[in-house]
């Protein structure tokens, strides 16, 4: 009985199912489903225009039913149109684009008028105006029920809808089905690899990442050259960049020379305008001595006399020059070897050897005080340079005298006289005899100041100060206003 198998309708002689045989049994098919029913998964055979069989249908069945599925061969050859062909489908594709363009211009504004209806507040759901009477008759009729009413009449009307009630439904993002699936790639058959092959498969360089390196191995230089290709192909250098780079030497040369060229020029011409304004500054300060001197504005020529004074007067100087020079000279040659010299041995002096050699007084007043004399100038003084020496306009340095106290300047015009006449030769009468005389008096005095009463001098020359051409030196006010005139003359 396990051999038997049930399953048309005939087996079962138009009667029930028969208990001892273990199996699924439809009797006149109850209780089987249309899906189950056999053959559904069979699909007839079909054809196409050509009267081959069609045997992509076995692909496009279930999801596949309304997907593009390129099976056939010719799906795989690109196509050749002709002129008549490509016009006759440019038109279908524009005819298409059309149509596809007012469905999906009125798919969206349906949409839109949707959504700006809903949100409008205005725009309340309408109510249903329909109404219905029912006569509703109680099974009970006595006055305990229905408050003792025989017959109602029921009013039937739509339950209205709240405008301001939020949704009742939820929108829910469904996933995108899967699109068509693309053209296969048609592959040729393994072939069996020959010796050739094998042998050109061994000058195929490795798969090298410039970027990515999992394993961390370590790849050489020429490997990564190699993958990269780029020594497979010869490299072809441009004729114009030589050019280029010749001209823009040229260029650079050029450009060097003019530069150069005008530099030349400026310091020419700021060497001309600086000898310029020397030149003026050199003659503004001779018209300033020569004004100050009281001479006239043209120097007059010297004669052979004054030149040959002048001349051995420049000889005398010179000499004396040369002397002083080899004197430090031999004086630097003794600090060499360990010697002082005169200026250091007078430094490094005691004050009892300074008195002694009468050097410059350093005694108190008449020398007999035994106390060093200070110059009291530079004491309890407000005035410094940490504290305001002066205004930047003031070129007044010597504002007092160098030497105030009246005992050292007696000592250092005139000899004291309490000196053996016999050791120094008379030099009291000497002194008296000199200046009572008039041969040291000048035969003409300086322009411009007036004689001092005659007497003895008890002190050094003193000059007076001349403010009004102090405060024009060299005349430089004097030539911009000058410069003015005659620049308001021309205009």
Same mark, same amino acid.
């Given at each position: 009985?396990?051999?038997?198998?049930?399953?048309?309708?005939?087996?079962?002689?138009?009667?029930?199912?028969?208990?001892?045989? &273990?199996?699924?049994? $439809?009797?006149?098919?109850?209780?089987?489903?249309?899906?189950?029913?056999?053959?559904?998964?069979?699909?007839?055979?079909?054809?196409?225009?050509?009267?081959?069989?069609?045997?992509? +249908?076995? +692909?496009?069945?279930?999801?596949?039913?309304?997907?593009?599925?390129?099976?056939? &061969?010719?799906?795989?050859?690109?196509?050749?149109?002709?002129?008549?062909?490509? @016009?006759?489908?440019?038109?279908?594709?524009?005819?298409?684009?059309?149509?596809?363009?007012?469905?999906?211009?009125?798919?969206?504004?349906?949409?839109?008028?949707?959504?700006?209806?809903?949100?409008?507040?205005?725009?309340?759901?309408?109510?249903?105006?329909?109404?219905?009477?029912?006569?509703?008759?109680?099974?009970?009729?006595?006055?305990?029920?229905?408050?003792?009413?025989?017959?109602?009449?029921?009013?039937?009307?739509?339950?209205?809808?709240?405008? !301001?009630?939020? %949704?009742?439904?939820?929108?829910?993002?469904?996933?995108?089905?899967?699109?068509?699936?693309?053209?296969?790639?048609?592959?040729?058959?393994?072939? %069996?690899?020959?010796?050739?092959?094998?042998?050109?498969?061994?000058?195929?360089?490795?798969?090298?990442?410039?970027?990515?390196?999992?394993?961390? $191995?370590?790849?050489?230089? @020429?490997?990564?050259?190699?993958?990269?290709?780029?020594?497979? &192909?010869?490299?072809?250098?441009?004729?114009?960049?030589?050019? !280029?780079?010749?001209?823009? $030497?040229?260029?650079?040369?050029?450009?060097?020379?003019?530069?150069?060229?005008?530099?030349?020029?400026?310091?020419?011409?700021?060497? #001309?305008?600086?000898?310029?304004?020397?030149?003026? !500054?050199?003659?503004?300060?001779?018209?300033?001595?020569?004004?100050?001197?009281?001479?006239?504005?043209?120097?007059?020529?010297?004669?052979?006399?004054?030149?040959?004074?002048?001349?051995?007067?420049? #000889?005398?100087?010179?000499?004396? &020059? =040369?002397?002083?020079?080899?004197?430090?000279?031999?004086?630097? #040659? @003794? =600090?060499?070897?360990?010697?002082?010299?005169? /200026?250091?041995?007078?430094?490094?002096?005691?004050?009892?050897?300074?008195?002694?050699?009468?050097?410059?007084?350093?005694?108190?007043?008449?020398?007999?005080?035994?106390?060093?004399?200070?110059?009291?100038?530079?004491?309890?003084?407000?005035?410094?340079?940490?504290?305001?020496?002066?205004? @930047? *306009?003031?070129?007044?340095?010597?504002?007092?005298?160098?030497?105030?106290?009246?005992?050292?300047?007696? /000592?250092?015009?005139?000899?004291?006289?309490?000196?053996?006449?016999?050791?120094?030769?008379?030099?009291?009468?000497?002194?008296?005899?000199?200046?009572?005389?008039?041969?040291?008096?000048?035969?003409?005095?300086?322009?411009?100041?007036?004689?001092?009463?005659?007497?003895?001098?008890?002190?050094?020359?003193?000059?007076?100060?001349?403010?009004?051409?102090?405060?024009?030196?060299?005349?430089?006010?004097?030539?911009?206003?000058?410069?003015?005139?005659?620049?308001?003359?021309? *205009?």
């Amino acid at each position: 009985m396990s051999a038997l198998t049930l399953r048309r309708n005939i087996d079962f002689g138009n009667g029930g199912a028969f208990p001892e045989i &273990h199996m699924p049994q $439809y009797p006149l098919g109850m209780g089987r489903d249309k899906i189950s029913k056999p053959g559904t998964k069979i699909l007839p055979v079909t054809v196409d225009a050509n009267g081959d069989i069609a045997y992509d +249908v076995l +692909v496009k069945q279930f999801e596949n039913s309304k997907k593009i599925v390129y099976s056939q &061969h010719k799906d795989l050859v690109p196509k050749i149109l002709k002129d008549e062909e490509i @016009d006759k489908d440019e038109k279908e594709e524009e005819e298409l684009q059309e149509v596809t363009r007012a469905e999906t211009k009125a798919a969206i504004e349906k949409t839109m008028n949707v959504l700006l209806s809903g949100a409008q507040p205005n725009n309340v759901p309408k109510q249903s105006s329909d109404l219905k009477y029912f006569k509703f008759m109680p099974s009970e009729k006595s006055g305990a029920f229905n408050s003792g009413a025989k017959e109602r009449m029921i009013k039937m009307v739509e339950k209205p809808v709240d405008p !301001l009630e939020p %949704p009742k439904f939820k929108h829910k993002r469904v996933p995108r089905p899967s699109g068509s699936p693309p053209v296969p790639v048609m592959h040729s058959p393994p072939r %069996p690899v020959s010796a050739k092959d094998q042998k050109e498969w061994t000058k195929i360089p490795p798969c090298t990442s410039n970027w990515k390196n999992p394993k961390g $191995y370590t790849i050489p230089l @020429d490997k990564r050259l190699v993958a990269d290709g780029r020594g497979l &192909h010869d490299v072809l250098i441009n004729d114009n960049f030589a050019k !280029l780079a010749e001209s823009l $030497y040229v260029a650079e040369e050029k450009a060097r020379v003019e530069i150069e060229a005008i530099n030349q020029v400026k310091l020419e011409l700021n060497k #001309k305008e600086k000898e310029k304004k020397e030149r003026e !500054l050199r003659e503004l300060a001779r018209k300033a001595r020569s004004e100050r001197a009281g001479m006239d504005a043209d120097v007059p020529k010297e004669t052979v006399e004054e030149r040959q004074g002048r001349l051995e007067q420049t #000889k005398i100087r010179e000499e004396k &020059h =040369g002397e002083r020079k080899t004197k430090r000279r031999l004086e630097a #040659k @003794d =600090g060499a070897m360990g010697k002082k010299s005169k /200026t250091t041995r007078d430094r490094d002096r005691d004050i009892s050897e300074k008195v002694a050699l009468d050097m410059p007084n350093v005694g108190g007043a008449g020398g007999g005080g035994g106390e060093v004399m200070y110059d009291h100038r530079l004491f309890n003084q407000e005035k410094g340079m940490d504290s305001g020496f002066a205004t @930047d *306009d003031q070129h007044n340095v010597y504002d007092k005298g160098l030497i105030m106290s009246q005992p050292t300047i007696s /000592t250092l015009y005139r000899p004291t006289k309490d000196v053996d006449s016999k050791m120094y030769g008379g030099a009291d009468e000497q002194l008296d005899k000199i200046s009572k005389t008039d041969g040291f008096k000048p035969d003409r005095g300086f322009g411009g100041t007036d004689e001092r009463a005659a007497g003895q001098r008890d002190g050094p020359v003193e000059f007076e100060r001349d403010v009004a051409e102090e405060a024009d030196l060299f005349g430089l006010d004097r030539l911009i206003t000058k410069m003015k005139k005659a620049e308001n003359a021309t *205009d």
